[in-house]
């Protein structure tokens, strides 16, 4: 248990056993939630979707509860445009991004077992 008390289950994203969890805003937007999610799991990373009929805010604390590192909140504009809004557990509200960058780039925080989000 040394790692647990150290991080105190906040736990760096390769450690962390949900890395992301996709935050749909609407009921339109939880198809496109769960191709975000596939994609992400496709590509390695261990993501969830949490798609219950809760505000947003109740979504992103839960999610903050539970020390996920990345939640990516979609909506309409999101599945428009094939983006994520990013919020990171250490960073808060990085906003908008690219679904492929900010796949990368938790790709690339896991393979360099980086500390942050």
């Not at 809760?54 to 990345?70: C, N």
């Not at 991004?97 to 896991?110: S, T, Y």
């Amino acid at each position: 248990g040394g790692l647990v008390e150290h991080y105190a289950g906040a736990f760096p994203l390769w450690l962390a056993p949900v890395q992301a969890i996709v935050l749909p805003i609407t009921d339109r937007a939880k198809e496109y939630a769960r191709q975000v999610r596939t994609e992400l799991f496709d590509a390695g990373l261990r993501c969830e979707s949490d798609e219950r009929n809760e505000k947003i805010g109740a979504k992103i604390r839960d999610a903050q509860l539970k020390k996920i590192p990345f939640m990516l909140v979609v909506g309409d504009r999101e599945a428009e445009a094939r983006t994520v809004s990013v919020r990171s557990r250490r960073e808060g509200d990085l906003g908008p991004a690219p679904l492929a960058a900010i796949r990368d780039r938790m790709l690339a925080m896991q393979a360099e077992r980086a500390v942050g989000p």
